[in-house]
């Protein structure tokens, strides 16, 4: 594949002006190198104050991107910006790659200084595809609750909503009974995900090609109440009370409200999420270098 025929689709939020001119000059670079580039809408807007006689190809929604037929989309910003991008992948199995202008960087490992030669290395064949899971979310007897994008790539959560009093959430494995949580949330995390939230709720570091899901209590008022590593073929179903009338349900970091006792099935989606991953890139080394993994500052 030569770099000329390589169509990019890039994608990015609100950035400051510093990241905003590197992201400029970059866009130019990329141009000038043959690259043929798709923008974000939104993203195309803030270029168009530094590159104003530069025009692109925008997208606004999966189904444009789509028919754009991108060879890579490149999502420059941190995990959280990769989680947006994610959204307007969907099923189409266009590769993803991030570029880390954040802190921690976990799913966007590349750093800005290395793009150029990134791009050069994929445009070359020289890179490998990670797949990773996703979860489905959907309401019981209500299709289309959360609109088109009713998937996650790192959790779903439910949590209270208009209350500081816990809620309780019943929840069902297979149809099997497991429990009845009382806490302030509880988050069903894939892989990708138990680095996140999950994470910081106490949860476990799993292996990205775990074929496993992670059910994580968010403050849970039960001493006994631990995170639980199941099968990643298992279907969840939860119903949420609480003293409100209504509850939040998030996927990644979209929220949705929705009326206690509605009964959520969440299960793993049908298509996966790819990112290119280069030969120096492992998950054990993002472990050690990004969460400091067995760092002693006495050693």
């Given at each position: ?6 169509k ?12 905003i001119?590197?992201?400029a ?6 141009k ?5 580039l798709?923008?974000e809408?939104?993203?195309?807007d803030s ?14 929604s ?20 990769m ?6 992948i ?13 802190r921690?960087?976990f ?8 793009v ?10 020289n890179?490998?595809v990670?797949e990773?899971?996703l979860?489905?979310?959907?309401l019981?007897g ?9 998937y ?8 209270r ?10 929840t ?7 429990t009845t ?7 069903i ?7 996140g ?10 292996s990205p ?6 059910v ?6 039960h ?16 119903k ?7 509850h939040l ?14 009964e ?9 999420l ?5 030969e ?11 969460l ?7 050693n």
């Amino acid at each position: 594949m030569k770099k000329e025929g390589v169509k990019i689709a890039l994608y990015s939020l609100q950035l400051n002006e510093v990241d905003i001119v590197f992201l400029a000059d970059l866009v130019l670079e990329l141009k000038q190198t043959g690259y043929q580039l798709s923008v974000e809408a939104e993203f195309a807007d803030s270029l168009a104050t530094y590159l104003p006689d530069t025009h692109f190809s925008v997208f606004t929604s999966a189904s444009e991107l789509k028919k754009m037929e991108a060879d890579l989309m490149l999502s420059i910003g941190g995990d959280g910006t990769m989680l947006r991008a994610a959204t307007f992948i969907g099923d189409s199995e266009l590769p993803l790659i991030g570029v880390n202008l954040g802190r921690l960087g976990f799913l966007a490992t590349l750093q800005r200084e290395n793009v150029v030669e990134a791009l050069e290395r994929f445009s070359q064949g020289n890179y490998r595809v990670e797949e990773r899971s996703l979860l489905q979310a959907q309401l019981k007897g209500e299709s289309g609750a959360f609109g088109k994008i009713d998937y996650a790539l790192n959790e779903v959560a439910v949590s209270r909503k208009d209350t500081t009093s816990m809620i309780t959430i019943e929840t069902w494995l297979d149809g099997v009974y497991l429990t009845t949580y009382w806490a302030d949330g509880l988050l069903i995390a894939t892989p990708t995900g138990s680095t996140g939230y999950s994470l910081s709720c106490g949860g476990p570091v799993v292996s990205p090609h775990s074929s496993s899901l992670v059910v994580t209590p968010v403050a849970p008022h039960h001493l006994n109440a631990r995170p639980l590593i199941i099968e990643d073929r298992t279907e969840i179903r939860l119903k949420v009370d609480s003293r409100e009338p209504q509850h939040l349900v998030s996927l990644d970091s979209r929220i949705s409200t929705v009326d206690n006792g509605q009964e959520l099935c969440i299960r793993k989606a049908p298509f996966v999420l790819k990112l290119v991953v280069f030969e120096e890139d492992h998950f054990f080394q993002t472990l050690r270098e990004k969460l400091l993994w067995g760092e002693d500052k006495r050693n």
